[in-house]
């Protein structure tokens, strides 16, 4: 793990000072898969890092104060999560790099250097971001490793390690296992073992090699709490002779959705299935990228939402070439050349039904403007990162709208505006003749770009790009603005966290408004943890209206300086569907939640972690996280302790927030500021996190 050094400012400590004077809420407990992933997958020891991304569902009737209710026992709630042995490059999680390169630009680590340099605006841009990007912090990761594999292989045997020239697993996926019955100790959890398939072997190859796929989890489905992910194809060695010869690395695809089920079998998410002798046609069905992100249950069967590959990228452009010529690969076995295995794609938002899985993706619905599948050599792009249907209460209050009981989505979709191609946050409004048979055949939603998220104000550039992440059943809805690096505010060009709601007419006609986007800082004043020119990702939103996520959790200037601290953050959304005995727990204000795990019973364990995000919550009000842990707690129970006096290093854990039950036992202490500020070394945000968490859409739903 990588050891990060950074100072608490005068102006940091004001801003955590804001967070003073509140009850501690939370107990934490570490979910840990060390023994299973380090018996079964890739692990390296001092390096890997653990992450919360999702949370078991709540179901059945939900008493309205949740988990905090008194005598509630919510040990049980199954977290999920997956592992970073280094660096990921390009987010696993994003459609295109960095959220916004439609043109596939940055191959290089002069390219990625300059993103950063432009975008970000990082003194430690070169070589710091861009090393642990391009070449990892380990032996397992990084972009440069991936791009390489096809030439860099080596013959190994079946107990190699990370080391050797191979590519190995940098994410893999797990579940809890076995709740720890007392918080004082951690909770067990196995590797999901997701298999990757794939009808094209790239070289004839029937399987990849053992462990070289990266596996991530976005989501569980609605209905039976399945995990909803990511997952590469994992690498093909080709080219080999008599079983002697090294031969070639090739991947298949980079990511393509899967649904695990209780079972262990992986169902994958195809792309969108085309017949044809079309060589553009057979690439996209052999290679085609996509992603599953989160499900609806409608009539009797789930639906999975996220995006698909319909068409490549512009393969004649040369700046997306690495190690040879887009134009070799539209032929049959196009993973067989070290020219392809980059090779990329134009995406559509889309849907898989669960009845029929190899029948691939079906298009939810166009791009904007007319816009083309290659529009000035980039590839239009759409995605579905959120699903849901109205509460059957709030339903009621509209029942002549057609569309109340039908499933509304969120995400990101390409708008045309000349030859300027804008990824942009997008609702995507079911059409009144919705008909759930014709999914296949038919498009049956409208997207609606959501206002004051665009990326233009006028004739001015304000946004880079701008996404939707996540919907409830009140159709309260999250997003995030990425600014210019040109429009920087208050010293950073910083992802705008914002949330807006969609609301039903009651008539036949099935009108609606979709409100404009309201960013955090704003709707709190500028104030407390959302300050101006605060930066941060959403993460998931549940049906109380209690959104967590990952926020700065300092002010410093990050032109020409360092990446802002992160820290994960609850914020209590009083609208259609809050209960107000449950915002009077958190005093209706957003709060850091390291705030939220100080004192009482629990302190002690608790002063162990550090919580760097929050990924996901459900209805009771259980939390998935990340946290950094020191071992034996840090020294004093402040925001900025040293841990054993600045020469202990901190891990990277996945940890669950459990609220205390109690009310009498929640009146605890409130983190303070250790005084003078100090510079500390030692501690590690994690380079996935770094370099992750600022890099706008990796986060999951709800």
Known sequence: MSRNNFK???????????????????????????????????????????????????????????????????????????????????????????????????????????????????????????????????????????????????????????????????????SEATPASNPDEKSLANRVQVQPTSDYKPGGVQSPETNSENVVINSLTSK??????????????????????????????????????????????????????????????????????????????????????????????????????????LIDDPASRSDCQN???????????????????????????????????????????????????????????????????????????????????????????????????????????????????????IYSNTYASDINSNLVFLGASK????????????????????????NTDGTYSISRAQYFDELNNNTGIFFRGVGGEPGAINNFNEIVGTVDAEQSTEYFGKQRRRRGFIYPYNTTGSNLDRINIFQGKPWL???LTNGGTYNSQNNQYRIIDAADINDDGVIAATALKCEGGYDTTGHNSYCGNGQKKERVVAVKLIPIANEADRSIQTRGIEAPPVTRSGGSLGWMALILLGFFGLRRNK
């Open 8 to 174: 608490i400012s005068l102006i940091a400590a004001s801003v955590l000072a804001a967070t003073s004077g509140h009850a501690a809420l939370y107990k934490v407990v570490e979910v840990d898969p060390t023994d299973s992933i380090t018996s079964t997958g890739i692990y390296v020891d001092n390096v890997t890092e653990f992450y919360g991304s999702a949370i078991q569902k709540t179901s059945g009737t939900v008493d309205p104060l949740g988990c905090f209710a008194e005598g509630a026992n919510c040990a049980e709630y199954q977290l999920f999560g997956d592992s970073r042995n280094g660096s990921e490059g390009h987010s696993y999680r994003q459609e295109i790099p960095f959220n916004w390169d439609m043109s596939f630009f940055y191959t290089d680590w002069v390219r990625n250097k300059d993103y950063c340099r432009n975008e970000l605006g990082y003194q430690t841009c070169d070589p710091g971001w861009t090393d642990k990007m391009w070449y990892s912090f380990s032996e397992v990761g990084g972009l440069r490793r991936e791009r390489d594999a096809f030439l860099n292989s080596s013959q190994i045997g079946a107990n190699s390690r990370p080391g050797e020239d191979d590519y190995f697993s940098n994410a893999l996926a797990f």
């Open 224 to 329: 039976n709490g399945y995990a909803i992910g990511n997952t590469s194809s994992g690498y093909y060695r080709i080219n080999t002779s008599g079983g002697s010869a090294v031969g070639n690395l090739a991947t298949a695809y980079r990511h393509r959705g899967y649904v695990q089920t209780a079972d262990n079998e992986t169902n994958m998410l195809l792309p969108v299935l085309t017949e044809g002798s079309n060589q553009d046609q057979k690439i996209t069905n052999n290679m085609g990228r996509t992603m599953g992100w989160s499900s609806f249950f409608y009539g009797d069967r789930e639906f999975i939402v996220g995006s698909a590959a319909v068409a490549p990228f512009d393969y004649n452009d040369d700046n997306k070439n690495w190690n040879g010529d887009l134009n070799n690969c």
């Open 343 to 461: 090779f990329a794609f134009a995406t559509q938002t889309a849907v898989w039904d669960s009845n029929d899985w190899e029948r691939g993706a079906s298009v939810v619905s166009a791009w904007q403007n007319n816009v083309p599948t290659n529009n000035d050599k980039k590839a239009s792009q759409g995605s579905a990162r959120g699903a849901s249907i109205m509460s059957s209460e709030l339903a009621a209050s509209v029942s002549d709208n057609p569309r109340s009981t039908l499933p509304f989505l969120v995400g990101l979709n390409t708008t045309g505006d000349g030859s300027n191609s804008f990824l942009q946050a997008t609702v995507f409004v079911p059409n009144t003749t919705f008909d759930v048979d014709a999914i296949n055949t038919t498009p049956q939603w409208s997207p609606i770009t959501v206002e004051n998220a665009r990326i233009k104000s006028g004739d001015d550039f």
């Open 483 to 506: 600014r210019r690096g040109d429009k920087r505010e208050n010293g950073a060009a910083a992802n705008r966290m914002f949330l807006g709601q969609i609301t039903l007419n009651n």
């Open 593 to 595: 939640l390291d705030d």
